[in-house]
């Protein structure tokens, strides 16, 4: 009996071993989750990076639900955890961060406008024949603001104690012509100077609105006393 039961023991094994190495096929999304969560570490520097970690989030959960689902019949499921753990704490992690910037990097005592909204799209009114400026934008004069844009190219590249600001870099930078609101003439304060910077640039100052005195003269028709200039640390 005992020489029966030895001969049959490896009949009973061998469906488990098989069982032990048998392949479990592994969801597309789940390597597809872990590379984007990868990508998502620019996230901590670059806002299109959120977006990565947005889109891993999303992945990550339609993964695992695809695995769960499956009552074990797919792989994957370590990896997948890896990749949505990783795209959730870069996207907490990358939207606090630039959070962060973003209400830090106005200079103390200065009102961050927009160019676009609240310069470029307040065109100067007529008014009874007169030409006027806008009143939101009359409503700035004499202000602090702080502003972003672009610095307009010219040949003198360091040392500028004054330079034309412009709303967005395909006018500056690639030899197009500024509208009128489109530009902001910025005087640096005394002893004050700054190096022209490729791309984004923040600039606070105190601003000064002004109306076209002449028709057919395209030049700045607002000023701006400038007391701050860097790089911009957000794009936005």
């Not at 972003?148 to 967005?168: A, N, S």
Request: glycine residues 10%.
């Amino acid at each position: 009996m005992s020489q029966l039961i030895d001969e049959t023991t490896p009949a009973v094994q061998e469906p488990r071993q098989r069982e032990e190495f048998t392949y479990k096929p592994v969801p597309p999304l789940a390597p597809v989750t872990m590379v984007i969560a990868t990508c998502a570490v620019s996230s901590l520097v670059s806002i299109f990076g959120i977006a990565l970690a947005l889109a891993g989030v999303v992945t990550g959960f339609l993964c695992m639900t695809q695995i769960l689902r499956s009552r074990g019949e797919l792989g994957g499921k370590i990896l997948t955890l890896i990749g949505l753990t990783l795209s959730v704490s870069l996207l907490v992690g990358g939207s606090s961060l630039h959070a962060y910037i973003y209400a830090t990097e106005v200079p103390e005592g200065f009102r961050r406008i927009s160019f676009l909204h609240d310069v470029s799209e307040k065109a100067p009114i007529l008014e009874a024949g007169v030409v006027k400026v806008h009143p939101d934008v009359n409503e700035m004069n004499g202000k602090k603001v702080f502003i972003k844009g672009f610095v307009y190219p010219t040949r003198q590249t360091k040392g500028l104690t004054e330079f034309v600001l412009v709303k967005d870099s395909e006018k500056c930078c690639f030899g197009g012509q500024p509208s009128q609101t489109d530009m902001i003439l910025v005087r640096m304060e005394p002893g004050k100077t700054i190096d022209y910077m490729e791309g984004l640039v923040s600039v606070a100052g105190e601003f000064k609105a002004g109306v076209p005195q002449r028709s057919g003269v395209l030049a700045p028709i607002y000023e701006l006393k400038g007391a701050y200039y860097s790089r911009a640390k957000t794009a936005y």
